[in-house]
């Protein structure tokens, strides 16, 4: 009964993943080491931004993507164009950078009277950001953390004295499921598709990638310095898994460790672990054709379940 799963798990860890072609996308993975005890502040704003620039390197004649982690940045990139000329400045002719940072909406309130704008919701985003500054697609958080991204039964709780853990008086509203974002071609790189799940979202099997225009990979910015030691190790294990199932490389970015680059076989080519500032140069893996469960999705699994107890009764019958 265990051997087809046996044979099963050795077959994903052992397989080797396709060799990484020559002209493939050159990437950096930033990680700038920020804690949650200081993501938040004010005063240190400036300095995170001075870490990420000089993690993200010089502009280079051949084109990079660059990967920051989830809500990287403080800015509204879409109603500041300050913010995204700083970021822009960082990057070469061919380059794309892809941050995390909150997308934020506004409403008239009546305040005794008189219309006062407030803030209305946000999106837990991640941008792509061109050399000249422009913002050709977002991706935005579809599976929210109850009590951190938003605030259930706000009307019952909220009187009671409960808030969410993350600072900020507005829920953040959930995005529309996996989508894949177009990258812009550049000399020396393709147009080619990302599909993006920020942080737990990668756990979701079945539920990370939009089938009908399928991607060469997945980003997975994240921000596991919530999770003390043991949140990294298991949040990166869950991507190793996905990468398998769907036969994708993932390339997660976070502020405290794991950042990674992961094949397509779910092998981790490199890695930054925890409390460590840095970067991680490589080539961006190729993706496999798409598996039997990326196909058929969690069908597979019921499938290989009625498999195996079909043979258990065959079994059975016949060493009777």
């Known amino acids: 009964m265990a051997a087809p799963l046996l044979a099963l798990a050795l077959w994903g860890l052992l397989a080797q993943a396709p060799a990484t072609p020559a002209g493939a996308p050159r990437i950096r993975v930033v990680q700038p080491n920020i804690g949650q005890d200081e993501k938040y502040s004010a005063a240190l704003e400036e300095a995170h931004f001075r870490t990420l620039a000089a993690l993200s390197g010089t502009p280079r004649p051949a084109p990079r993507l660059i990967f ?3 809500a990287a940045i403080p800015a509204y990139l879409d109603m500041e164009p300050a913010w995204r000329a700083r970021l822009a ?5 061919g380059d794309l950078l892809l941050t995390g ?5 506004y409403k008239q309130a009546d305040k005794g009277g008189y219309s006062e704008t407030v803030l209305a919701g946000a999106n837990n985003s991640v941008w792509i950001v061109t050399p000249d500054a422009r913002l050709p697609a977002r991706y935005d958080k579809a599976h929210l953390v109850p009590f951190g991204e938003y605030l259930p039964m706000r009307s019952i709780l909220q009187p009671l004295g409960l808030s969410r853990l993350v600072p900020g008086d507005a829920d953040f509203w959930p995005g529309p ?3 894949s974002l177009t990258l812009p071609a550049a000399p020396g790189r393709p147009e080619m598709r990302m599909g993006v799940q920020i ?3 990668i756990i979701f099997s079945g539920q990370v990638v939009d089938a009908a225009n399928r991607p060469a990979f997945l980003f997975n910015p994240s921000n596991d310095a919530w999770f003390g030691s043991w949140g990294p190790v298991q949040h990166l294990a869950q991507a190793r898994l996905r990468a398998m199932e769907e036969g994708l490389p993932i390339v997660r970015a976070t502020p405290t460790g794991v950042s990674a680059i992961i094949d397509a076989r779910g092998h981790v080519l490199r890695a930054l672990g925890p409390h460590h500032a840095g970067f ?5 893996p190729p993706a496999l054709s798409p598996t039997l469960f990326a196909r058929l999705g969690n069908w597979a699994a019921f499938l290989l379940l009625l498999l195996l107890a079909g043979l258990a009764i065959a079994t059975r019958g016949s060493s009777r």
Request: aromatic share 12%; glycine share 12%.
């Open 280 to 284: 991680l140069d490589g080539a961006l």
């Open 177 to 179: 499921g996996p989508q």
């Open 89 to 93: 400045a960082l990057l070469g002719p």
């Open 101 to 105: 940072a909150n997308k934020v909406y």
């Open 199 to 201: 942080c737990y979202e």
């Open 68 to 70: 920051w982690p989830e």
